[in-house]
């Protein structure tokens, strides 16, 4: 199968990085394994965004953890969507979340998981995350185990 026949359209093309919020640049594809619950993870350590209220950057690494259902995010796609807060102004919390919802809606996956660990400004750091299980399921037990003993000391 070729990336044509999935729909993907940006893998093996000139990069083309968007300027501001861009989660339209999202591309899924089918995941074969579908009857199996495995992770996938991500790590980007080079997450910006900016302040809403200074308009300073703030550096993060963003870690993404999910149990694909039928579909899975490109990686390509997945960089370039985070790549666009790099003008984007928001608080860590609302980027986190902002990640993870749009992930669920591209995706609809089993269970997501997503933690900012951004840079000290002033003197501290914040660490948000965020989690979702699909309504009705085992996931969604996961995703409340799993936010009620969370470590969140890094």
């Not at 870690?63 to 666009?84: G, H, T």
């Not at 699909?134 to 969604?140: D, L």
Request: charged share 25%; glycine share 6%.
């Amino acid at each position: 199968m070729n990336r044509e026949n999935d729909g993907l359209q940006l893998l093996g093309k000139k990069t083309e990085y968007k300027m501001t919020y861009a989660p339209e640049v999202l591309e899924t594809f089918e995941n074969k394994h579908k009857e199996n619950d495995y992770w996938v993870q991500f790590n980007c350590p080079e997450f910006t965004s900016l302040c809403p209220i200074t308009g300073q950057p703030d550096f993060a690494e963003i870690k993404i953890a999910y149990l694909p259902a039928e579909r899975m995010v490109e990686s390509k796609s997945l960089k370039l969507y985070l790549f666009s807060f790099r003008n984007h102004g928001d608080f860590h919390e609302d980027c986190v979340n902002i990640i993870m919802k749009d992930l669920v809606r591209l995706m609809q996956p089993k269970y997501i998981e997503v933690v900012g660990l951004f840079t000290p400004r002033g003197g501290i750091s914040i660490y948000p995350y965020a989690n979702y299980g699909q309504p009705g399921t085992k996931y969604e037990k996961m995703a409340e185990e799993r936010l009620l003993h969370r470590q969140m000391f890094v």
